[in-house]
């Protein structure tokens, strides 16, 4: 099993910056990608951004490009997004989300093995 706990959310001014971090604990050393989803009130939960844990392949929804960044610290077990230049639409809770599969499609929910409980993010304008 892996645990999942993000952290970093809170409330940000349109155009300003939340860093999230999502700490992994227990079998690691099965996880070949994590990434982050959203889902904001009303809404089906969507793809944000993931990472492949081993030579560090990214990939993006398009409304975040150019916006946020996703990177990795394997030794720490950790993954961050960097968010800039938020808008309003921005605003959702966070989730992060892990997987051990070899192979995965980054928006499908259903290859994604592991959960945290989220973080809210706010972007007031």
């Known amino acids: 099993q892996v645990q999942l706990i993000e952290s970093g959310g809170g409330v940000a001014l349109t155009g300003g910056s939340l860093r999230l971090s999502c700490a992994a604990s227990?079998?690691?050393?099965?996880?070949?990608?994590m990434a982050w989803f959203r889902q904001a009130p009303g809404q089906e939960r969507e793809f944000v951004s993931a990472?492949?844990?081993?030579?560090?392949?990214?990939w993006y929804t398009d409304s975040v490009k150019g916006r946020f960044t996703i990177s990795g610290d394997n030794d720490k077990n950790t993954v961050y997004l960097q968010m800039n230049n938020l808008k309003p639409e921005d605003t959702a809770v966070y989730y992060c989300?892990?997987?051990?599969?070899?192979?995965?499609?980054?928006?499908?929910?259903?290859?994604?093995?592991?959960w945290g409980q989220g973080t809210q993010v706010t972007v007031s304008s």
């Open positions: 989300a892990a997987t051990a599969r070899a192979s995965y499609a980054v928006r499908n929910l259903g290859d994604w093995s592991y």
């Open positions: 990472i492949k844990l081993s030579g560090s392949t990214t």
């Open positions: 227990g079998r690691t050393s099965s996880n070949n990608a």
